[in-house]
């Protein structure tokens, strides 16, 4: 694909601005081209706040352009798959938020339909495109700290229950481990490989799981937890993975261009990375200009979000069985 990518959204909600509006301005790859929500006025309004040059009166109308590339779904989880099978019928290639799918039945789905399109799907996993996980990556591989033998990952954000929040509804998909726990879910798949769930737990408001934790075994041998939960007075995010020589501990992995702190420990000595300044949405477009126009294969494609549904499951079933509400 050549000339600039044109990018159609479906769905006016908060995170289509820092997610793909603020970032596509200071890139000369992309523009950001159309907006379709729920009705026309709301769309209209949208693009006229945030100077998009065409709106589409529905979803539908959207995806019946022929001057769109890449669609980006920011709606809810429970529409996911509809609209992302409908987007890879049209022809286009699908960024799709986090999470991907309800279920692994649907994730599977999702990818099935892309590979019939022939187009790219991509989960909106943005934290894992930029250079300081990227960085992780490296000294896990490279063996920085030997032999990764244990880890832990959380994610913990303040989530009010607000009228409409579908986070705070189970049948729009949402829910701790679904919205937040994905992403530690996600984090340490992508640093030591898939897992099978020990033992799970989550705490329900409601009928909602306001928390999570998981112990996870690794087939390399790692043993690690994650948490997650949409009760707590402030935002935190982590990643510490222990090695036989050495350790390595992140602060604020999600977003590390709003402050991370990075620090590798071996031989006695700490070494804090160096933390790139540039936003982990910005990392994410340039990664998907450069797999729409052949130069990469997408690093969250649709066969690592079904990857991702399938341990999100298991530990759902295993937190069922253990857990009462």
């Known amino acids: 694909m050549t000339g600039k990518i044109r990018i159609g959204i479906l769905g006016a909600g908060r995170i289509a601005v820092p997610a793909i509006i603020t970032p596509a301005r200071g890139h000369s790859g992309i523009t950001v081209h159309c907006i379709a929500a729920r009705d026309a006025e709301r769309a209209q309004a949208f693009a006229h706040t945030h100077e998009i040059p065409f709106w589409a009166a529905s979803y539908d109308a959207m995806l019946a352009r022929e ?46 339909a892309a590979g019939r399109a022939g187009v790219p799907l991509i989960e909106a996993f943005h934290y894992r495109y930029h250079p300081l996980f990227r960085t992780l990556e490296a000294l ?13 990952a959380w994610l913990r954000y303040p989530i009010p229950e607000d009228a409409g929040e579908h986070r705070w509804s189970v049948a729009a998909g949402g829910g701790a481990l679904m919205d937040l726990g994905c992403y530690p879910v996600h984090a340490l798949r992508s640093l030591l490989g898939d897992a099978k769930v020990a033992d799970a737990r989550m705490a329900f408001e409601r009928g909602v799981d306001r928390a999570v934790a998981a112990r996870l075994s690794f087939a390399s041998g790692v043993r690690a937890t994650l948490h997650a939960s949409m009760r707590t007075s402030a935002p935190s995010s982590g990643i510490i993975l222990n090695g036989t020589s050495g350790r390595l501990m992140v602060r604020g992995f999600l977003m590390p261009h709003r402050g991370a702190d990075a620090v590798l420990e071996r031989s006695g000595t700490r070494t804090r990375l ?25 690093l969250t494609g649709g066969a690592d979000a079904a990857a991702n549904m399938v341990l999100i499951d298991a530990i759902r079933a295993q937190a069922r069985i253990r857990s009462a509400d």
Not at 73 to 93: C, F, N, S, V
Not at 140 to 152: K, L, Q
């Open 67 to 112: 001057d769109i590339d890449l669609v980006y779904i920011g709606l809810p989880p429970m529409l996911h798959r509809e609209w992302t099978e409908r987007a890879l019928r049209a022809g286009k290639a699908v960024l799709c938020e986090k999470p991907f799918a309800l279920n692994t039945e649907e994730a599977e789905a999702m990818v099935a």
């Open 140 to 152: 896990v591989a490279d063996g920085a700290i030997g032999r990764v033998v244990s880890a832990r």
């Open 274 to 298: 160096d933390v790139d300044p540039v936003t982990t949405f910005a990392a994410q477009l340039d990664h998907v200009v450069a797999v729409l126009r052949g130069e990469a294969q997408p």
